[in-house]
């Protein structure tokens, strides 16, 4: 490896055949047999480096699973990188000219447009979530009664398009009300169980453009050769297209009826729709806008709640102990407000404040917060991403302590890079030996959590650095919402982050509040999505997996997640917690103050 002064090259691999052909062969198929990114785990652990260059067909195409490399592009180099004409070009027809597929001042002019509307008075407008969340509490409920399995991916779906849409468009798309797949009993999409209407159709194509962007960006620059003679994303996004544009036009229709006589909505009235509608006349660039919001508003939520609820199912005693903590703060029945999820802490009770004996001690070491982190930490919504190196060349610093990476590296200019965020976030050098197990308890002990604090660029779920930066009170508010007090804040936060934790908390919430199991139903699972035999003796999560994730943009259960629920006493015998002789922990604190007051 030739050094530059103190500065080295970043490894490259080398295949057995020329340019490498055989790595790009061997890495696709990987793609559609493999766990998750163990193919690239799998090279940094043979070069025993963190950083590698895989020079497909003799071009460079950097790949990372470092920590401080990581934070190197996202943060304190992110002058040094940029989207890039490559990701542009295969984006192209998808998202156009949105927020994630521009740079600069048309990317800063996007972002300045979106913030208004992820401010903390919106996005904690738990009416909106309660409103869908008990459309979906109802449907699970009725897949209880019945006794018949249920596709709860597809409902994490249709829960988060159809608030996210209100949210946006100021219109109800209903996804809800539409027919739903029979468990295993479907076709099958991109991402999962399709249904064959309106909403199948659209969902088909939206899941589709963002399988094919995937695995372009896998492929590198040289994906047009796989795409000769047929593009293969032009037809999906033509339904997409289609499905957006009648929204857009009716919302300059009515930014022109406004004009000519009727009273203009003040900015709290407006919808996001409305919003972008009054900033330009470009169709185009309001449908491209809109299409990336709803990208991250639905699939962000989606994968979040279905690895939460497959968590809990193969987790009994993390279900039981969440559902205590949610049945404490709200009860059976009580509405969950953005102040009752702050106070369902990951935290340590003592019942000795609760019980005559001090000896009849317990801990409550679960809740929403911390499992949803340790959800996000093991299976984040973003798995991998992609940049580009300005035409300037730069140093990776010193890597992280993985395999000694003391060096810094040199990093050509124009040079695409994929990072890793879910290699990085189960890597058992920066988390611990057990950085692949899901154990919330992480987030509480002091000198577990002590490993994040010092580096707190490690846990990325939603990304990071001043591509998403929002105001410090903002990420004030997430840090108070996710993680305990004594947390230093991170640096910067996507501006819909807020917004994906409560909706995703006020779901969670209504889900433990009606049912106290959930376990997961194989033999409903379609035989193509459950994890290939080979898995049970590699290493790691994929020989203890029950469902096969899979990603496209984001995470997803590969063909769905199909669960049995079961309903709570309560709700089942249609009872509210004291009437079966139950007072919450919290009830009592409150019947002891009133009493105490009114002796006084």
Request: with cysteine; glycine share 6%; charged share 25%.
């Given at each position: 490896?030739?050094?530059?002064?103190?500065?080295?090259?970043?490894?490259?691999?080398?295949?057995?055949?020329?340019?490498?052909?055989?790595?790009?062969?061997?890495?696709?198929?990987?793609?559609?047999?493999?766990?998750?990114?163990?193919?690239?785990?799998?090279?940094?652990?043979?070069?025993?480096?963190?950083?590698?260059?895989?020079?497909?067909?003799?071009?460079?195409?950097?790949?990372?699973?470092?920590?401080?490399?990581?934070?190197?592009?996202?943060?304190t180099g992110f002058e040094h990188f940029w989207r890039g004409k490559a990701q542009k070009e295969r984006f192209a027809k998808f998202v156009g000219n949105g927020i994630f597929n521009r740079d600069d001042?048309?990317?800063?002019?996007?972002?300045?447009?979106?913030?208004?509307?992820?401010?903390?008075?919106?996005?904690?407008?738990?009416?909106?979530?309660?409103?869908?969340?008990?459309?979906?509490?109802?449907?699970?409920?009725?897949?209880?009664?019945?006794?018949?399995?249920?596709?709860?991916?597809?409902?994490?779906?249709?829960?988060?398009?159809?608030?996210?849409?209100?949210?946006?468009?100021?219109?109800?798309?209903?996804?809800?009300?539409?027919?739903?797949?029979?468990?295993?009993?479907?076709?099958?999409?991109?991402?999962?169980?399709?249904?064959?209407?309106?909403?199948?159709?659209?969902?088909?194509?939206?899941?589709?453009?963002?399988?094919?962007?995937?695995?372009?960006?896998?492929?590198?620059?040289?994906?047009?050769?796989?795409?000769?003679?047929?593009?293969?994303?032009?037809?999906?996004?033509?339904?997409?297209?289609?499905?957006?544009?009648?929204?857009?036009?009716?919302?300059?229709?009515?930014?022109?009826?406004?004009?000519?006589?009727?009273?203009?909505?003040?900015?709290?009235?407006?919808?996001?729709?409305?919003?972008?509608?009054?900033?330009?006349?470009?169709?185009?660039?309001?449908?491209?806008?809109?299409?990336?919001?709803?990208?991250?508003?639905?699939?962000?939520?989606?994968?979040?709640?279905?690895?939460?609820?497959?968590?809990?199912?193969?987790?009994?005693?993390?279900?039981?102990?969440?559902?205590?903590?949610?049945?404490?703060?709200?009860?059976?029945?009580?509405?969950?407000?953005?102040?009752?999820?702050?106070?369902?802490?990951?935290?340590?009770?003592?019942?000795?404040?609760?019980?005559?004996?001090?000896?009849?001690?317990?801990?409550?070491?679960?809740?929403?917060?911390?499992?949803?982190?340790?959800?996000?930490?093991?299976?984040?919504?973003?798995?991998?991403?992609?940049?580009?190196?300005?035409?300037?060349?730069?140093?990776?610093?010193?890597?992280?302590?993985?395999?000694?990476?003391?060096?810094?590296?040199?990093?050509?200019?124009?040079?695409?890079?994929?990072?890793?965020?879910?290699?990085?976030?189960?890597?058992?050098?920066?988390?611990?030996?057990?950085?692949?197990?899901?154990?919330?308890?992480?987030?509480?002990?002091?000198?577990?959590?002590?490993?994040?604090?010092?580096?707190?660029?490690?846990?990325?779920?939603?990304?990071?650095?001043?591509?998403?930066?929002?105001?410090?009170?903002?990420?004030?508010?997430?840090?108070?919402?996710?993680?305990?007090?004594?947390?230093?804040?991170?640096?910067?936060?996507?501006?819909?982050?807020?917004?994906?934790?409560?909706?995703?908390?006020?779901?969670?919430?209504?889900?433990?509040?009606?049912?106290?199991?959930?376990?997961?139903?194989?033999?409903?699972?379609?035989?193509?999505?459950?994890?290939?035999?080979?898995?049970?003796?590699?290493?790691?999560?994929?020989?203890?997996?029950?469902?096969?994730?899979?990603?496209?943009?984001?995470?997803?259960?590969?063909?769905?997640?199909?669960?049995?629920?079961?309903?709570g006493y309560s709700i089942k015998h249609n009872h509210s917690r004291e009437d079966c002789g139950f007072v919450s922990p919290r009830r009592k604190r409150e019947i002891v103050s009133r009493a105490l007051?009114?002796?006084?």
């Amino acid at each position: 490896m030739p050094e530059l002064g103190v500065v080295q090259e970043i490894p490259r691999v080398v295949g057995k055949w020329p340019g490498n052909i055989d790595l790009l062969l061997h890495m696709l198929r990987a793609g559609k047999t493999s766990y998750i990114q163990q193919v690239y785990l799998a090279l940094f652990e043979e070069y025993q480096c963190t950083t590698l260059n895989t020079r497909i067909l003799w071009m460079d195409q950097i790949i990372t699973m470092d920590s401080q490399h990581m934070k190197f592009i996202l943060a304190t180099g992110f002058e040094h990188f940029w989207r890039g004409k490559a990701q542009k070009e295969r984006f192209a027809k998808f998202v156009g000219n949105g927020i994630f597929n521009r740079d600069d001042e048309m990317w800063k002019m996007h972002r300045s447009m979106a913030r208004p509307f992820f401010a903390w008075d919106r996005i904690s407008d738990f009416e909106q979530f309660e409103k869908y969340s008990a459309h979906a509490m109802s449907i699970l409920t009725s897949f209880a009664e019945s006794g018949r399995p249920c596709d709860i991916q597809d409902l994490h779906t249709r829960f988060s398009l159809d608030s996210s849409a209100e949210f946006l468009l100021g219109q109800e798309l209903n996804t809800l009300s539409a027919a739903l797949p029979s468990a295993g009993a479907e076709s099958f999409g991109a991402k999962g169980s399709e249904t064959h209407d309106k909403w199948g159709e659209f969902v088909r194509a939206f899941d589709l453009c963002q399988d094919i962007s995937t695995r372009r960006a896998k492929i590198g620059k040289i994906w047009p050769l796989f795409e000769l003679f047929d593009d293969t994303m032009e037809k999906p996004a033509k339904t997409i297209k289609d499905g957006l544009e009648p929204l857009v036009e009716a919302a300059l229709k009515d930014k022109t009826d406004s004009k000519q006589g009727r009273k203009e909505d003040s900015m709290e009235q407006k919808t996001f729709l409305q919003h972008l509608a009054e900033s330009t006349e470009d169709v185009g660039l309001i449908r491209d806008q809109l299409l990336s919001i709803i990208i991250a508003s639905r699939d962000t939520t989606a994968c979040l709640l279905s690895f939460v609820v497959y968590f809990l199912a193969m987790h009994p005693e993390i279900m039981e102990r969440l559902r205590a903590e949610v049945l404490d703060v709200c009860g059976s029945t009580g509405t969950p407000d953005a102040d009752s999820i702050r106070e369902m802490r990951y935290s340590t009770r003592s019942a000795s404040v609760l019980t005559e004996s001090v000896h009849n001690t317990y801990i409550v070491t679960v809740a929403v917060r911390a499992v949803v982190n340790e959800t996000l930490r093991i299976f984040p919504a973003v798995p991998l991403n992609v940049r580009e190196s300005r035409a300037a060349s730069c140093v990776f610093p010193a890597g992280d302590p993985t395999f000694a990476n003391a060096t810094p590296l040199y990093v050509p200019g124009g040079t695409p890079l994929m990072y890793f965020p879910l290699l990085m976030q189960r890597n058992p050098t920066l988390w611990g030996p057990d950085a692949e197990r899901f154990d919330p308890e992480r987030w509480l002990d002091p000198q577990r959590l002590a490993r994040y604090t010092a580096n707190p660029l490690m846990f990325q779920p939603f990304s990071a650095g001043p591509r998403i930066v929002s105001t410090l009170s903002a990420v004030a508010a997430f840090w108070q919402f996710c993680i305990p007090a004594d947390v230093p804040l991170g640096l910067l936060q996507c501006i819909g982050q807020n917004y994906a934790y409560n909706q995703a908390s006020f779901f969670l919430v209504r889900l433990v509040q009606r049912f106290d199991g959930v376990r997961l139903a194989p033999d409903a699972q379609p035989r193509e999505s459950l994890p290939p035999a080979e898995w049970k003796t590699g290493r790691g999560r994929q020989c203890v997996e029950q469902i096969w994730p899979a990603a496209a943009m984001t995470l997803f259960v590969k063909v769905g997640l199909i669960i049995m629920v079961k309903l709570g006493y309560s709700i089942k015998h249609n009872h509210s917690r004291e009437d079966c002789g139950f007072v919450s922990p919290r009830r009592k604190r409150e019947i002891v103050s009133r009493a105490l007051a009114s002796s006084v």
